[in-house]
């Protein structure tokens, strides 16, 4: 049963529009992360977070933004989206200690067209 | 900085051989962490195992064992009597021990298929 929650699963949308993806986790988890994973399937960070109102840009360089306002939600978004985001999303979660494993989600499959 | 190495990209079994996947490590630290999560074609990663720096013993659940040896810097994962539900996409993760600060580095990952 998965404790952190993405959502939407599936997003086809149109460049230039506006797009949030979400993520929530119910573990109480004080770290969270966004990853960006290709088609060549190599895990990219962009983002993450060690709690409220803390937020880092990972080792890639990305044009979304996130938020951390609740320690449960993490979203990210897109102001413009453009072809060059399709890629799927993985959002995680994980106790601050050190070496605590992370828990992801099922993804966010995005597609610009 | 640390570093990851997965150098095997695809690997293509036949149910029930048994089959290795190698991962190899960088670290300046002497307290670190490895992991291994599997990502099956449903897409999510599933984490698999964690062992810290001053645990050598290997570890057996299963049809799973891992192998960590700090001279050779590597931490491989066998999986026995392989079976199509193995096939999946392996990470090799290494995360030292920086307290709160801490991250997670990946390798770029093995796909694994098992064929029936």
């Known amino acids: 049963e998965a404790d952190i929650y993405q959502t939407p699963r599936y997003l086809v949308i149109g460049t230039g529009k506006k797009i949030t993806l979400e993520c929530s986790q119910t573990m109480g988890h004080d770290k969270m992360y966004w990853y960006q994973q290709d088609p060549g399937m190599e895990l990219h960070l962009i983002h993450y977070?060690?709690?409220?109102?803390?937020?880092e840009k990972g080792d890639l360089s990305s044009e979304s933004t996130v938020s951390r306002i609740r320690t449960e939600h993490f979203p990210l978004t897109l102001e413009s989206a453009r072809p060059s985001h399709t890629s799927q999303y993985l959002c995680?979660?994980?106790?601050?200690?050190?070496?605590?494993?992370?828990?992801f989600g099922n993804g966010t499959r995005l597609t610009v067209t | 900085a640390q570093k990851v190495t997965q150098a095997q990209t695809e690997i293509s079994v036949v149910e029930k051989e048994d089959v290795t996947l190698d991962c190899v490590y960088e670290t300046r630290d002497t307290t670190y962490y490895l992991f291994w999560y599997k990502q099956p074609p449903s897409g999510e990663l599933v984490f698999l195992i964690r062992?810290?720096?001053?645990?050598?013993q290997n570890e057996i659940s299963g049809r799973y064992s891992w192998n960590f040896q700090k001279s050779t810097s590597s931490f491989n994962f066998t999986i026995t009597a392989s079976q199509v539900v193995d096939s999946a996409v392996y990470f090799c993760a290494l995360s030292e021990a920086g307290g709160a600060n801490s991250k997670l580095t990946f390798g770029k990952g093995i796909t694994l298929s098992v064929r029936p």
């Open positions: 977070s060690y709690g409220v109102n803390s937020t």
């Open positions: 062992r810290n720096s001053f645990d050598e």
């Open positions: 995680a979660s994980a106790q601050l200690r050190g070496g605590s494993p992370l828990h």
